[in-house]
């Protein structure tokens, strides 16, 4: 898995994403605070590399969501890490029944400073604007439904849900701008494997099977326990696909004649991931960066 690294990168990055940065950079002006979500699991990874070009110096808010699912002690590293920045972060599960107040706190302290800062040069207090970014899926448009206490907005568990950049009324101190889930040009591999693993790129732009080898290997890696429970798995073979075949014949992946049905098996582990089965997993590891 190492070599990875090593490899060529992946250049995804279709034509509405560079499309979103733009009309970001164009609201921009607008905008007082900015809420930067990424994945508990991939801290690393799901943060965009080039984001600090389209929203300027704006105030900002890093949100680590699915905190439900991530290995907090890993994860802890990555927060400790962006505090030491001096950027501010909240960790939120916005699948559960998150608890919004201190966002909106930190929220309205950074817009203290803002409207104190307006005050002094003669001008009139504002209500607040945010931008909420991020990758595919990692969770804006479920904020912002919690935010407003309704649904507001679409959510779906796969990439490119949201596609424009819509204005939300939360209350009248208060509105939100939802965006589509964006990347950067040019992956490395090891991050374009872990937005697939936790399905931040669409399916088919890496092959499934790699995609599967990549999070057997993984758990085999750091979470060798979890690889037990789930798959029954000790140790891995040279060959991936005779784990897929251990793992098809313990889950039933078989077709007619019994041969075993390759392609469910591969759906089946990307598929505990997707759904959240498995629990307690960080991927990017800070030791390594
Ligand atoms: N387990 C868990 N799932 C979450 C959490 N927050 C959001 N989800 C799920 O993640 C999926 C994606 O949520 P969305 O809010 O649509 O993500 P998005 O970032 O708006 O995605 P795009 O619009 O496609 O860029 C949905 O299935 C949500 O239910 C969380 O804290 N924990
Ligand atoms: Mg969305």
Known sequence: MENRQNSTNINWYPGHMAKTKRLIGEKINLIDVVYEVVDARIPYSSKIKDIDHFIKNKPRIIIFNKVDLCDKEETNKWIEYYKNLGYKVIELSLEKNPDMKPLIKMTN???????QKRE???MIKRKTRILIVGIPNVGKSTLINRLVGRKAVNVGNRPGVTKNLDWIRINDNMELLDSPGILWPKLDEENAFNLASFTA?????????DVSEYIINTLYKYYPNTLK????IDKLDDDFVTTLEIIGKKRGCLMHGGEIDYDKVISVII???KSGMIKNITFDRFDRN
């Open 109 to 115: 302290e950074l817009m203290k400073e803002i409207n």
């Open 271 to 273: 598929n505990e991931i």
């Open 229 to 232: 429970t789930r798959f029954d």
């Open 120 to 122: 002094s040069k003669g």
């Open 201 to 209: 790129i669409k399916e088919e732009i890496l092959p499934l099977y």
